[in-house]
């Protein structure tokens, strides 16, 4: 047992790389929630400061001035109404694929997978058109609409590999009970697969929260999201970088803790079921 | 009662899902088919006329179109390797158990959860400004001269934002994968004298090869549509240095206002998308059959 002591060192040497890999990937994340607590003029000191008084003002600055939370509704309407309406589509549809296939039940799902293909430059022109003649530009509507659809494959795709692991058995008893297709989907299915559809939506949430090529295209100012909001940062007279930090970390904390409780189960929907 | 009839209502439940995505995928892509055909541009609305291929003409001798085709490729290409690469090694790296372990996973797959325009701009000026930048300071460390990224570098540091943001999306799939690798093999390699590099090629490896063929075509189709981390950025430039197809078919369509010219290079784009598409589903389509 000679190398009993290097294999100890070994394993100390890896937990410490693993370490400082992990450091290093949040470290823009860490650098952004403390700018956003620094006087815009040390946050662009140099050397940067690491030990500072820290300030809420650029949080006070952004909830009265840069009115953060009309931007901040508008993701949680867009995000949340997308989410609603998706799930209201895909559940049936996805209980429909798992226990009444027929025989192009696959083509169907490799169809549907194959729409989320389609970049969305390919449909930008006639969409903008489409929002504009219809007043729609703009719009929230229009984004829940679009981001519902974004994200339809992967969740119906999603609840039906949740809905496959549910043996039928537990259906068919519902029914010689005399339950309906209504109750026994309602009674019996998506009680049994509340984990899974919560994160079929929790997925569906993240993505909407999150997009910005249809955000940035379709929205000017009333239906704007947070997206557009940062983005408004770019510019190069706002360039305040404590703010920057502070609406950052707004729009991204909630997210981000979402991920963090979900993160096991987003492999699923995000592989299409072929990683569990 | 008859079996057929009692299962067919219930498959209509499908409908309004195929229904849904039927008309968003085929109107609007007929749409940019015709438009593709026309001279059509938003500032002169009385003017559309059928023009045949002009409009493809126009897009394939525009020296910016192809500047535009091989950044992506060079973007999508290189964030793949990037991300499947560096996605493996840490994976594997973080695999066995050691204290903390649980947070360094959440710490690794943290920026997957960044909005792009948020990470875009962090790493432009918080991390990468040449004057002030967290990156100038280390450079400055280590008595090098601060690198000015997105002057002199620019597709390099759209690389590195977008690498930023999907690195841990690789990670999270490998590390979850890795999981399903069976310890008792792994105990029974060790137990022969199997040393580590002999372990990860003829162990690890194979076990990852359809996460990794799934991680790249999930990854390449989000990469060919990637938009707001130029857009808040570099805007195509300097010149069209980062300019994408994306992003070239914005300019062409919401900056110059050529629906024309803007749905041929919509077409460009749905081809380019199409190639890789066809992998996936079998890809996908097989991991299907297999159960």
Redesign the interface.
Known sequence: MSNRPHRRLARTVRAVASWLVALAMFFPILWMLLTSFKKELDAFSMPPHFLFTPTLENYRDILARANYLHYAWNSVVTAGGATILGMLVAVPAAYAFAYHPTRRTKDVLLWMLSTKMLPSVGVLVPIYLICRDLNMLDSKTALVVIFALINLPIMVWMIYTYFRDIPYDILEAARMDGANTVQTMFRVLIPVSRGGLASTALLCLILSWNEAFWSLNLTTASAAPLTALVASFSSPEGLFWAKLSAVSTLACAPILVLGWASQRQLVRGLTFGAVK | MNATVR?R??????Q???V??LV??I???A??LY?STQYYNLLYPGKSAFVGLENFAYFFTYPSFWTSVLNTVVLVGSVLAVTVVGGVL?SV??D?T????G?????????????????A???K???MNP??G?L??LW?LFGATPVNWFADWPLLSVIVVVS?EW???AI??FV??LQ?LDREQLEAARMDGARGMAIFRHLTLPHLA??IA??VM?EA?FL??V??EI???TNGGPGDATTN??FL??TQ??LEFD?GA??A???V??V???V??IF??R???K???ER
């Open positions: 299962k209502p219930e498959r209509l439940l499908a309004p899902a195929i849904m995505l968003w995928m109107v609007p892509l749409m940019t438009f840490i790296l973080v066995e050691f204290p903390g372990q947070i360094v996973r959440m710490l690794l797959i943290s920026p997957f959860f960044i909005m792009p325009t948020v990470a701009l962090v790493w000026n918080l991390l004057v002030s967290f100038a300071w400055k930023w690195l841990p999306f999270l799939i979850t994968a399903s359809r996460p799934v991680v999930v189709i060919l549509n938009f707001a857009y808040v950025t197809v994306p078919v914005y369509a919401l629906v803007a749905s290079g919509g077409l784009a749905v380019l998308a199409n890789m598409a996936l589903i890809l996908i389509g991991s299907l059959t």
